[in-house]
Structures are given as C-alpha cells and as structure tokens.
C-alpha cells in the first residue's frame, strides 16, 4: 500500500510552506498526496431554510457565500496540485471538505489512511487562533497519525 501524506491548504504563506515540505517528503518516501481544503462552513440545514422561506429571508448571500468558499477551495487544491507535480510528485489527489476545519481535517486523514498530515503553523485565520488555540495546534492534539507543522 501505498503511503499518503494529507496536506492541508488555506492559501496562507504557511500552507504555500507545508507544501514544499510535504513534496518533499512525498519524494523521498514515495507517498501520495492528498492536498485538502475545508471550507469553514456548511449548507444551512434543511429545517432553518424552510423557516427562512417561511418567513421570507434572503437566502442568495448564505449560498453565494458558501458558493464563493468551495470555489476557492477548488481553486486552491488545483493550485496545490500544480505545485505538487511541478515539485515531482506523481499521485496527487484533491478534495474540498466542508465544515468545521479541525475535524475536516482528521475526518479526511482517517478516509485516505494518511500517516501524516502536514499543514502550515498559522492559516489566515491569526486572530482567531490565537484567542481559541490554533487549528495546527488542535490537529497536533487529536490526529492519530504523525501530523507535521510548518512555519
């Protein structure tokens, strides 16, 4: 079986980094990669979009929103990829989660059997981390496998 190393992407200077690392290590250990994306938010549920049809609210800007989000999530895993290969890493693989991103990443780790996850120290959510503890940090904490952090 083949070893897979889960690179988690935002677009962030680190993530541009934990790229290089990652094909790196992809080279060196024959790994395949799988660059992730996580959209940090979901489809409204079903229930509160009936209400807010009920009730006439704008729906458009939750969905443009989310829309706008998976776009740049696929724009981001494409890009990763392009680097990845121009890096010499033949089996790359691209997804896009949804939802709340510490658990799309270790969900998406334990669906690809990754042995490790390398991602960037700081996305592009700084503030956020450093009052509610970083996304790396929480990673590190609950991943089952090795999970590689980059500055």
Not at 2 to 13: M, P, W
Not at 32 to 49: F, G, K, N, T, Y
Not at 59 to 67: I, M, P, Q
Not at 91 to 100: H, K, S
Request: proline share 3%; charged share 25%.
């Amino acid at each position: 079986m083949t070893d897979t190393i889960l690179l988690a992407v935002d677009g962030s200077e680190h993530a541009w980094k934990a790229l290089e690392v990652a094909a790196d290590l992809a080279s060196s250990r024959g790994a395949r990669v799988v660059a992730l994306h996580v959209v940090p938010v979901e489809i409204m549920p079903e229930e509160l979009r009936t209400f807010a049809q009920v009730e006439n609210l704008p729906l458009e800007e939750e969905y443009a929103r989310w829309h706008d989000s998976r776009l740049l999530g696929d724009a981001l895993t494409r890009e990763a990829e392009t680097r990845l290969k121009a890096k010499g890493v033949a089996a790359v693989t691209t997804r896009v989660a949804e939802g709340p991103v510490v658990t799309g990443i270790i969900e998406t780790a334990g669906e690809e059997a990754a042995s490790m996850i390398v991602m960037g120290s700081r996305g592009l959510s700084d503030a956020a981390g450093l009052f509610l503890g970083s996304i790396s940090h929480r990673v590190s904490h609950l991943a089952s496998c090795t999970v590689v952090v980059v500055k």
